[in-house]
Structures are given as structure tokens and as C-alpha cells.
């Protein structure tokens, strides 16, 4: 059977002399491995089409044990992010968090959008890495069934207090009066991650904090991502090594 689909490569290897199996987050599919037959070859048209962050259209062969790359038209390589340490080190973070958390043989056309709006974001520098970071995960997070409950105390159902507590192993919210244990979060920090959660995902990324919110949104966010999956992310480590 032929899937025609939009595709992003997540993660290539070389096979052989001239083939390479890369993973794939599709729009159609979602997370799948795929051979590009002859993709190192320097006349393949798929050469480009099948590296690192491509972003292409795909025919792609699936037969009952593998799937194999007939076609692939480049759309955008993303080839800004490769300019910049930091930048390549936060994508394959990205690329190793939809491997473990977005879906397999499904449609994923909204991993597949968050994915592309953060890559855009990252190579054009607009916004900050550390706020593309926490929205990767924190929109990621949700989608993949593990929405924090952000919106009141989970004690009383207040709305805010100047200080906040998050405790990231339930994703649960605490005001100052109700609160046992969790990361303190100012009201502004809280306030971001309402605002990543709730907006439409392309007005997500309009929003500004002080370096020192921008810090503890970055923080809270990750200590969710750890507690929720209960993973190491070697990606996330080297990032913070080079950040
Ligand atoms: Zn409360």
C-alpha cells in the first residue's frame, strides 16, 4: 500500500553503503521507521529530503513488515538550525520526546504542527529557546494524555496567590494556604502555563516573560516532563551541558 503523506525526519542512521532508515513522525502515521533505498547516493533525489529535520512530502511503500521511501519532496530543511549548537541540541530533544511520547501507526497531525511551529520558531531565533522548550513540552505533555491541572488550587479552587506551589508528579496546582510540598511558582510563571495550555497553538508562542519567569517556566516545565515520564533524556542532558 502507498501512504502519501507529510513527514519530518526525527532520526536517521546509515545502513549499508547507500541506504539510510530514518524515523519518521508523519502527519498520516505518526511515528514510523523507514528505509530510503539509495538516499547516500550522491544523485539521490531523496539525499536531501531524508536528513535530519527534513521536512517533505513522502510517498512511503508500507508493506506488513517495513516501509520503504519511494519519494520525498523537500518542503523546508530547517537548515538554519544547523548553524547553532544549541539549536540542533534542543531539536533532537524534541525528536527523542515524540519518539517517546507521540503516536505509532495513527494519525498525528497535531504532534506533526507543534513540532514545525517550534522548529520555525528556533531557527529564526524569534523566540527564545528556553520558552519554545517549555512549550514543546508542556503542548507535547498534554496531547499525549498528561495535562496538568493548571487552572485553580487543587485544594480550595482559588484562582491565584502571589505565590503558587506545582508539584510535578501529579500536575497539580497549590495556593500558598493549601499548600504541603511541590516547586514555588510565581503568579506570572503560573500564568504562562496557562496561557501555553489553553491557547490555540499558534498564539501560544505570543507571550513574554522576565528572564528570571522565563528560568522558573523552563524548570517547572522540565521537572514535569521527568516526573511524568520517569525518564532520562540524554538529548536533555547534552543541551544543558552546551546551553
Ligand atoms: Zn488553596
Not at 530514518?22 to 533505498?37: H, M, Q, W
Not at 536531501?48 to 517495513?66: G, P
Not at 521511501?69 to 524534541?94: C, H, N, Q, W
Not at 522540565?222 to 547534552?238: D, G, M, N, P, W
Amino acid at each position: 500500500m502507498l501512504v502519501q503523506t507529510k513527514a519530518i525526519v526525527i532520526k536517521e542512521n546509515e545502513v549499508g553503503e547507500t541506504d539510510r532508515l530514518v524515523t519518521l513522525l508523519t502527519e498520516k502515521a505518526g511515528v514510523i521507521r523507514a528505509f530510503a533505498r539509495g538516499a547516500r547516493n550522491v544523485k539521490s533525489k531523496a539525499l536531501s529530503a531524508t536528513r535530519l529535520f527534513c521536512y517533505a512530502e513522502m510517498s512511503i511503500w508500507a508493506s506488513s513488515d517495513k516501509y520503504v521511501i519511494r519519494d520525498a519532496a523537500p518542503i523546508e530543511v530547517f537548515f538554519g538550525l544547523r548553524e547553532d549548537m544549541t539549536k540542533i541540541a534542543l531539536a533532537s530533544y524534541f525528536s527523542q520526546l515524540l519518539l517517546e511520547l507521540a503516536p505509532s501507526e495513527e494519525n498525528a497531525a497535531d504532534y506533526l504542527k507543534l513540532m514545525l511551529n517550534c522548529l520555525h520558531f528556533l531557527q529564526t531565533g524569534a523566540k527564545p529557546p528556553a520558552q519554545l522548550k517549555s512549550i514543546f513540552e508542556l503542548r507535547l505533555l498534554s496531547m499525549a494524555g498528561y495535562m496538568p491541572a493548571v487552572e485553580a488550587c487543587a485544594g480550595c479552587g482559588k484562582f491565584e496567590s502571589k505565590q503558587m506551589y506545582f508539584l510535578p508528579q501529579t500536575g497539580e496546582l497549590f495556593c500558598e494556604a493549601c499548600h504541603k510540598r511541590g516547586t514555588a511558582v510565581s503568579i506570572s510563571v503560573v500564568s504562562a502555563m496557562r496561557y501555553i495550555l489553553y491557547s490555540e497553538l499558534k498564539k501560544a508562542f505570543s507571550f513574554e516573560l522576565t528572564d528570571t519567569a522565563l528560568s522558573a517556566l523552563e524548570a517547572v516545565s522540565e521537572q514535569y516532563v521527568i516526573a511524568q515520564t520517569e525518564k532520562r533524556f540524554s538529548t536533555l542532558e547534552f543541551y544543558h551541558t552546551i546551553e
